[in-house]
Structures are given as structure tokens and as C-alpha cells.
């Protein structure tokens, strides 16, 4: 056991932080962004349906989303654990491939991998199942760069061998993303460090170095003819120099100015920011509680053994003169991998940022950045304790950030899986071809076009994948576009991959989400003047049918599978609140009152005070004049602002359930009350 945990060390260690990094809370981790599209074909095309839903961008990406979604079960634990294991597989591959460029650095090269893997610049890890697929084909970069050196270094067939695995390994990563196709440019590097310039047998040198190059450049050469001239540019497009305005500066000083920044970001920032603490408001309570634990507990832990992977007794006593030998060759390589690992976003105008959604751009970036820090610690710093202790606090205050970073994911999983909780209570069925539509959305990490797969998931029971049944939009990003405008009978058509959906404005359900109330479905009758609503949904709101929401349970049950949206809430407020605002859309009166004595068992309040609305309007239907009035009053107390909306309650309640030659007191006393005209 000793001699194994000596043996494969670095690869446990490699585990082990990947493990604090990104396993903690995985148990409680969802879908984000483009994996619930990807979960939601998969579902209804199985793995082979990915030939048509990637066609139209990367058709070479079809393979690997083919190969994972039928090896891992489409539930959010699943593919958290594989995006675990491809990022640590990462990691592993980046180890070998630098040991093969720089045997003699295994211990500089260990670091490097170790920092690569829990690089702090890249957030989005918990985005599970597009990023595990990111990370297996970064892994076969690398280990097409490391079995180049091996062909490097065999000859016969076995290079011949070698050779073409590591060609078609360098295929399958470029023409499956062109993310890294930059760092394809480290191949020629690696190949002029094994054959070193010779002025006097020049011609020798450089017919080997293009020997050695030829497979390899022509798989780039053919990537880039097809990229550029046959399938060309479906999404991202180049931009020339004189696109890059810059007012009163020249495009080229813009230019220039960009690659500085982006570099500087990439090797001192993205470290940097780790040990701004979090922010309170994020993270409270435990959660602060056990990122200062995990973080001061990994300071020694992580120096500890970094120092014993390593022992000094057991470094070669030439490894700081052998640092000096290949410094030049290192930073050379970390500055290459910087500057060509971001020139296809610099090509594009897209911009690297530290925050969601840019910062993916920095998987190409990782390793440049990684490289280039540790070259950084071995030259500023002589002792080998101070190096281990600055490599400490990187790792320990990086994985307190990763933790941090999927706190934020975990809490956002929790908004999204109460919204469709509330919505199958307050939508038990929904009629074809409807649009959910609202202005924007409380969700960072999820669109509107991300959640139209959900939506599909849960209602669509039939699984059929085209037409699509439902869409949801919204406003703030749609309008304009996607959706033309919200007068009514407006024509939409919205491209979902390999399916469309076809629908008009007459066909739309309003709602509106907040995580400070329960949800709300938009109804012309009762959801204007409710401050909670903003303003600016009124169109919405005009448009908004709220009778494509059938009110009866459907045949066949909803799609909330527990083991994707996680178990049902328990039946607090709001889920009494949807359930009584379906009824009173259907004026099943009775149905109000038996929630209202439940309500009241259990002592719940509402989370705004509209919320009372649909008891009150209950009461006022069977003549309980006394009780209507009391949740106006309780409605009032908690929000002064719905004076007006309460007026307009008060007054239909007058002319749909009141006699009017009669009179009614207490309506009038309470209308004085609130100083209705």
C-alpha cells in the first residue's frame, strides 16, 4: 500500500483537491444553462439525437455527447460526479504531458497541474454537463501533446502508431470546439525544444522539424479550411481591426490595450480575487462558517503535502540549477499558451471576463496561467518553504472560492426548483403551444431559453421533441426579436436546435416570479396596480390568458421527477396560495374556503399582502361580507401601496356579488376607509 500511495501520488493529490474544490456540495447541485437543453434531448432523442441538435454549429461535437449520455443517468448527482472526475482526469493529463516535456521538473510540473486544475478564473464548473464535455476534450489535447512526445521518441511502427493516435486526438478536440484550437500553436514549441536549433546543420534541423510538424499541421491546416471556408462561422464571427472602435484612439492601440488587460487578467487577477472574503449577504451563517473552516484547515494540510509528494531530501540537489536551464523554455511556453490560447475570442471581440457567462473563455486560459505562476514563485522566491507556503495559500484560498462559487449555484438551484413547484400547483395542465412569458427572471445561471427545456419536461408528457409544445421568454431580452412585439396575434417562431416552436401573443400565459412572494400567473382582471408587479408588465399582463391553464389534474401526470427537481416543498403559503388562486380563476368557492381553514390551522401568513386577495374575493362570492373585508384590512396592513387595487376590489365586489338597491354597509364603511373615489 505504501509503495502504491508513493507510486501514484500526484494523482491522488490531484483528487483529493478536486475533491474539496468541486465535491462538497454536489449532493445539491442542479442543471444550469445550456445542460438542461442538452438533458431534455437526450430524454426525448436518446444519445443518437444529438447528430441532428448539434448539426447546425458543431456537428463534430455530436460524438462525445453521444458517448456520455449513455454511459451517465440524466440526473443532476450523475453529472456532477462525471464533471468531478473529467476536470480531475484534466488535471492528470496536463501532469503526464508536462513530465514528458520536462522530466527532470516533476515536482514544478506537479504544481502546475494542481493550480491548472483548481484554477479559480473558471466558475461555471458546476454547469456539469456541458463543461465535463469541455474538460474531456481539453484532456485529449493534452494527451495528444503527450503522446507526440512519445512518437517523438519511438521509432517503426509503434511511432507510426502513436502518431496517428495522437493526430486523431488532436482532430477530435479542434473540430469538436475551436476553444482551444489556439493551443495547438505549443506543438511546435515542444518539437523545437527536442531538436535544438543547430545553426551549422541548419537544413538537418529544420527538415526534422518539419518532418516532426507535418501531420499535425496539416490536421490544423484542414481544421482552419474548414472552419473558415466550408462550414464557416455559424455563430461567433472574426472581426477586423477597424471594428474595434475606440473614439478618439486608433483600433490597433484598442487592440493593443486588450491584450494587455486579458493578460493581465489571466495571470494576476483571476489569483487575486480569491482572497477577496465573501461577501456576507452570500454567504451566511454555516456556510461562512465552513468556508473559514475549510480554508484554515487546508492552509497546513496542503503544505503538508505538497512537501511530502515531493520530500527535499528526495529532490535531485541540481533541481534549482535544472529550473534555471528550463526557465526560458517555461515562460516561453506559459506566454504562448496565454497569448494564442485567447487569440480565438480576441478574433471574435468576445470578451474575457471574471464573471458568468465570459469567464468559460478561460478554459483555454488555465493552463498558460497555471505555467506561468509557478514559473512566477520559482523565480521570486529562493527557500523551498516559503514556495510551498505560497502555493498553500493559492490552493487552500482557491478552493475555499470554488466553494463559495457553487454555494451560489446550490441556493440558485433552490429558486429555480420552487418556481416550477409553485407552477405545476398553480398550472396542473397548460394547453398546447403556449408561451410562458415574463419580463426577466431572479436565475443567473439559466435563460429563458434553458428553461423552456424544464418547462417541456414537466408539461409536454407525450416526450415528443418536434414540435415544441411550450416556450417561455422573456421580455427584456426577447422583445424585438425573438418577439417581435406583444400586439396581439403577433406571429412567433423560435428555433430550439432541432425543433421549433410556432406560436402568436393570443397564446400566452403571463406570470411573473420573485423570490420575495409566491408566484404569480398574470390575469387581466386581478393583476394590474399590485405594487408587486412592476409597471412595465402591463402589456403582459393585457395579453396574458390565464384559461390555457386547464384546471383539472391531467391524465397522464406532470414530469416532476423527485430526483431531478428534488422532493415536493412542504405545503407551506405558497403552495396554499396557488392552489386557491387556480380556484378562484375557476370561482370554485368552496375549494377557498376548506384552504382558508387550513391556512388558518396552521397559522401561515401571506409573503405580500395581494396574496389574501383570492379568500377575500371567496368570502364576498357566499356573502360573508365581515370575513371579505378582513383580508382587505390584512392585505392593507401589509401593503399600504395596494390602496388603489383594493378600491377596484371593493367596488367589483359591490357589482358582481352585492345587491346594489340594497346597499352594503360594510363594503361602504371599508371603502371609506381606504378613501376610495
Not at 291 to 300: F, K
Amino acid at each position: 500500500m505504501k509503495a502504491f500511495l508513493k507510486k501514484h501520488s500526484p494523482a491522488l493529490l490531484l483528487l483529493l483537491f478536486s475533491l474539496l474544490a468541486y465535491g462538497i456540495l454536489i449532493p445539491w447541485l442542479g442543471f444550469y444553462w445550456d445542460d438542461w437543453p442538452m438533458a431534455w434531448f437526450a430524454k426525448t432523442l436518446g444519445p443518437s439525437g444529438f447528430k441532428e441538435v448539434l448539426s447546425s454549429d458543431r456537428p463534430f461535437l455530436m460524438g462525445i455527447y453521444m458517448f456520455t449520455t449513455s454511459i451517465v443517468p440524466m440526473k443532476p448527482i450523475y453529472w456532477q460526479a462525471f464533471a468531478l472526475l473529467s476536470r480531475w482526469l484534466c488535471g492528470l493529463s496536463v501532469y503526464w504531458a508536462l513530465t514528458k516535456i520536462w522530466p527532470d521538473l516533476k515536482k514544478q510540473m506537479l504544481w502546475v497541474s494542481i493550480l491548472f486544475t483548481i484554477f479559480p478564473g473558471f466558475k461555471q464548473q458546476p454547469i456539469a454537463i456541458i463543461y465535463s464535455n469541455g474538460f474531456i476534450l481539453l484532456t485529449s489535447l493534452f494527451l495528444s501533446l503527450g503522446v507526440m512526445i512519445l512518437a517523438m521518441e519511438t521509432r517503426g511502427r509503434k511511432k507510426v502508431f502513436l502518431v496517428i493516435a495522437s493526430v486523431f486526438l488532436q482532430l477530435f478536440t479542434i473540430f469538436s470546439t475551436e476553444y482551444y484550437a489556439g493551443l495547438e500553436f505549443l506543438r511546435i514549441l515542444i518539437i523545437w525544444n527536442k531538436y535544438s536549433l543547430d545553426f551549422r546543420k541548419f537544413k538537418i534541423w529544420f527538415l526534422t522539424m518539419f518532418r516532426e510538424y507535418l501531420p499535425y499541421g496539416v490536421g490544423l491546416l484542414t481544421f482552419f479550411i474548414w472552419r473558415v471556408y466550408i462550414f464557416k462561422f455559424p455563430t461567433y464571427h472574426p472581426v477586423t481591426l477597424s471594428k474595434l472602435s475606440g473614439g478618439e484612439y486608433h483600433p490597433i492601440i484598442v487592440f493593443l490595450n486588450r491584450i494587455v488587460q486579458d493578460v493581465y487578467l489571466t495571470i494576476w487577477q483571476s489569483w487575486t480575487e480569491v482572497f477577496q472574503f465573501p461577501n456576507l449577504t452570500m454567504i451566511k451563517g454555516s456556510s461562512q462558517f465552513f468556508y473559514w473552516a475549510l480554508v484554515l484547515l487546508l492552509i497546513p494540510l496542503a503544505y503538508l503535502l505538497l512537501k511530502n509528494t515531493f520530500p527535499v531530501a528526495t529532490i535531485n540537489k541540481k533541481q534549482n540549477s535544472l529550473f534555471v536551464k528550463y526557465e526560458n523554455q517555461i515562460l516561453i511556453f506559459a506566454i504562448t499558451a496565454i497569448l494564442f490560447g485567447a487569440f480565438p475570442f480576441w478574433a471574435t471581440n468576445l470578451p474575457i471576463q471574471l464573471t458568468y457567462p465570459y469567464d468559460r473563455f478561460f478554459l483555454s486560459l488555465m493552463f498558460g496561467s497555471s505555467l506561468f505562476l509557478v514559473y512566477l514563485i520559482e523565480k521570486l522566491f529562493f527557500s523551498n518553504t516559503v514556495k510551498l507556503a505560497c502555493l498553500s495559500l493559492l490552493i487552500s484560498f482557491s478552493i475555499g472560492a470554488h466553494f463559495t462559487n457553487a454555494n451560489v449555484f446550490r441556493r440558485e438551484w433552490n429558486i429555480h426548483n420552487q418556481f416550477f413547484w409553485q407552477l405545476t400547483w398553480r398550472v396542473p395542465d397548460l394547453q398546447e403551444n403556449t408561451l410562458l412569458l415574463s419580463e426577466t427572471f431572479p436565475l443567473t445561471f439559466s435563460s429563458d431559453n434553458s428553461l423552456t427545456a424544464p418547462l417541456n419536461w414537466i408539461y409536454d408528457t407525450s416526450n415528443d421533441h418536434d414540435p415544441l409544445k411550450y416556450m417561455m421568454m422573456f421580455t427584456d431580452i426577447r422583445l424585438g426579436s425573438t418577439l417581435p412585439d406583444l400586439n396581439p396575434g403577433t406571429q412567433i417562431i423560435k428555433n430550439y436546435r432541432s425543433t421549433e416552436f410556432i406560436g402568436t401573443t393570443d397564446q400566452i400565459v403571463g406570470f411573473f416570479y420573485t423570490t420575495d412572494a409566491c408566484l404569480r400567473i398574470l390575469d387581466p382582471e386581478q393583476s394590474h396596480n399590485d405594487p408587486l408587479i412592476p409597471e412595465s408588465m402591463d402589456d403582459i399582463i393585457d395579453l396574458s390568458d390565464p384559461y390555457r391553464i386547464r384546471s383539472e389534474d391531467p391524465a397522464t401526470p406532470l414530469g416532476m421527477d423527485e430526483t431531478i427537481f428534488g422532493k415536493e416543498p412542504a405545503h407551506g403559503w405558497c403552495y396554499f396560495y396557488q392552489k386557491a388562486d387556480l380556484a378562484r380563476q375557476y370561482k370554485d368557492w368552496a375549494v377557498i374556503l376548506d384552504i382558508e381553514k387550513q391556512v388558518a390551522d396552521q397559522q401561515l401568513k401571506a409573503k405580500a399582502g395581494s396574496e389574501y386577495l383570492p379568500f377575500s374575493e371567496a368570502y364576498a362570492a357566499t356573502g360573508d361580507w365581515e370575513k371579505a373585508v378582513k383580508y382587505i384590512q390584512k392585505a392593507y396592513t401589509m401593503d399600504k401601496q395596494l390602496e388603489k387595487r383594493l378600491c377596484k376590489e371593493l367596488s367589483r365586489y359591490q357589482l358582481e356579488f352585492s345587491d346594489p338597491d340594497a346597499g352594503n354597509p360594510i363594503l361602504e364603511s371599508e371603502m371609506d376607509l381606504l378613501d376610495c373615489p
